[in-house]
């Protein structure tokens, strides 16, 4: 392989593992935000119980985050120097942003959040805890607005020449609110919702069917419920306005998604199939017409295929597209019908008695997850071969001085560092799960510093 397939293999990997934690940080806050208010609200100590639960996982999964994110910065750096010097005054007034806006917040309101338990008021608590959930909220927004501007540049001008080119901002808050921005920010949001509340109903359905923490996990399990199905349902809308958005700015890319490949013929949406790039078919399920019909309320409406576009600027891997964004649509469908299923069963008062579908929410903790990477590799191998769209592309963006040995070398170690990191994420995860919302540890943190302050006055001078 050559250094930019390695590279970008690399990059992949380490955002991949990344974006495993930050949408459980953003779900589990907003939920941590619901416990502790309706303990605010009712004065009922189990909803205190499970905020200070879910604290404790949302504290694993938000220091492993961090670990993980700042690879990537080095990586721009070490792989991606032309990148870097291109795109460098967007990143870094957009990653300013994040640490004055989000970073500040979130760390700010972390500590009390953490370890204000009987420490200082429960309203000056949860204030604490929407302070950290605003922050991976507001994290989240610096991140996406980078992204998009790379996928929707504005409020920019080129600086420069060729490999020394890079793109200045001229107005702060049209590359802010770039075409794509906001719709590509709302979807991530609820992705990362749904990733928080299925984490939720996953261990709160185990422990239902174990009959441990039986009262404690119903609430649980009700409130996760409803988030999920109303999250689930909006994010059908969502989707649908950013897929109208790529229409519109990124035609090739909706056509590789899509595998539409005429030039001025309406388009098929296809449930699932197979892309033959070579034959420029697709052999599976579709509606004739049925994307035309979505985008323009036509059947015979066209829409710009592959074959308008010079052959340098599509996107190789049109299979890969294709099934990665059919996955994640599929995926979404699932969990709108499993969340109102469930819904459905909790508003009879029967669904703690329906097992297998308590099984079903167990492993289905997977599926948000899955659907947030598929959405990702589709929209970032859509985007090729462009770095930043119609300006660099991704052959001309990388380092000139980094071999293809020093890359595959250090994919390596980030494979093995990353599997150790992950085991013993999982490691710790189960050790919480398997303590539960009631376990306490042995000796009380105060108790403690009691005991050892009063031996030592105690000591004989």
């Known amino acids: 392989?050559?250094?930019?397939?390695?590279?970008?293999?690399?990059?992949?990997?380490?955002?991949?593992?990344?974006?495993?934690?930050?949408?459980?940080?953003?779900?589990?806050?907003?939920?941590?935000?619901?416990?502790?208010?309706?303990?605010?609200?009712?004065?009922?100590?189990?909803?205190?119980?499970?905020?200070?639960?879910?604290?404790?996982?949302?504290?694993?999964?938000?220091?492993?985050?961090?670990?993980?994110?700042?690879?990537m910065e080095f990586e721009f750096g070490t792989n991606w120097a032309t990148y870097s010097r291109y795109v460098g005054d967007v990143f870094g007034s957009a990653l300013a942003a994040e640490g004055i806006f989000a970073f500040a917040l979130e760390s700010g309101f972390l500590g009390v959040l953490?370890?204000?338990?009987?420490?200082?008021?429960?309203?000056?608590?949860?204030?604490?805890?929407?302070?950290?959930?605003?922050?991976?909220?507001?994290?989240?927004?610096?991140?996406?607005?980078?992204?998009?501007?790379?996928?929707?540049?504005?409020?920019?001008?080129?600086?420069?020449e060729g490999l020394n080119a890079r793109a200045e901002i001229t107005d702060f808050w049209a590359m802010v609110f770039n075409p794509s921005s906001v719709d590509r920010l709302l979807h991530v949001w609820v992705g990362a919702f749904l990733a928080g509340a299925f984490l939720v109903l996953s261990v709160h359905a185990f422990y239902l069917l174990k009959g441990k923490h039986v009262e404690i996990s119903?609430?649980?399990?009700?409130?996760?419920?409803?988030?999920?199905?109303?999250?689930?349902?909006?994010?059908?809308?969502?989707?649908?306005?950013?897929?109208?958005?790529?229409?519109?700015n990124q035609p090739a890319k909706l056509a590789a998604l899509e595998g539409h490949f005429s030039e001025e013929g309406p388009a098929d949406m296809y449930l699932f199939g197979w892309v033959d790039k070579e034959s420029q078919t697709v052999t599976g399920l579709g509606v004739p017409g049925g994307l035309s019909f979505l985008l323009h309320g036509d059947f015979t409406?066209?829409?710009?295929?592959?074959?308008?576009?010079?052959?340098?600027?599509?996107?190789?891997?049109?299979?890969?597209?294709?099934?990665?964004?059919?996955?994640?649509?599929?995926?979404?469908?699932?969990?709108i019908a499993l969340s109102i299923l469930g819904v459905y069963y909790l508003?009879?008062?029967?669904?703690?008695?329906?097992?297998?579908?308590?099984?079903?929410?167990?492993?289905?903790?997977?599926?948000?997850?899955?659907?947030?990477?598929?959405?990702?590799?589709?929209?970032?191998?859509?985007?090729?071969?462009?770095?930043?769209?119609?300006?660099?592309r991704t052959s001309d963006a990388l380092s000139r001085a980094v071999t293809a040995g020093q890359v595959l070398t250090s994919l390596i170690m980030f494979f093995l560092i990353y599997s150790i990191l992950f085991l013993l994420f999982i490691y710790l995860l189960h050790k919480k799960i398997k303590h539960g919302p009631y376990y306490k540890p042995m000796i009380d943190e105060r108790n403690l510093q009691r005991n050892i302050s009063s031996s030592f006055l105690s000591k004989p001078k």
């Open 1 to 71: 392989m050559d250094v930019e397939i390695l590279s970008r293999i690399q990059f992949a990997f380490t955002v991949a593992f990344h974006y495993i934690y930050p949408p459980l940080s953003i779900g589990l806050g907003l939920l941590m935000v619901i416990f502790e208010g309706l303990f605010l609200k009712t004065g009922n100590k189990q909803y205190e119980t499970l905020a200070r639960f879910w604290t404790k996982i949302f504290a694993l999964t938000f220091g492993i985050g961090v670990a993980t994110g700042i690879v």
């Open 114 to 160: 953490l370890f204000g338990w009987n420490r200082v008021k429960p309203i000056v608590h949860f204030i604490a805890t929407v302070g950290v959930f605003l922050g991976s909220l507001f994290s989240a927004v610096w991140i996406v607005v980078a992204n998009s501007w790379q996928q929707t540049p504005a409020g920019y001008h080129i600086v420069g």
């Open 218 to 248: 119903k609430k649980a399990f009700g409130i996760a419920l409803i988030t999920a199905m109303l999250f689930s349902i909006s994010q059908l809308f969502l989707g649908h306005d950013s897929a109208m958005g790529v229409a519109e």
């Open 301 to 335: 409406e066209p829409v710009q295929g592959l074959e308008s576009f010079p052959e340098s600027d599509r996107p190789s891997q049109v299979n890969a597209i294709f099934q990665f964004y059919h996955l994640m649509v599929a995926i979404g469908m699932a969990l």
């Open 347 to 392: 508003w009879k008062g029967s669904l703690f008695q329906k097992k297998w579908l308590l099984w079903i929410f167990v492993f289905a903790v997977i599926l948000p997850q899955m659907a947030n990477q598929f959405g990702w590799f589709a929209a970032e191998m859509g985007r090729q071969p462009w770095v930043v769209y119609g300006l660099l």
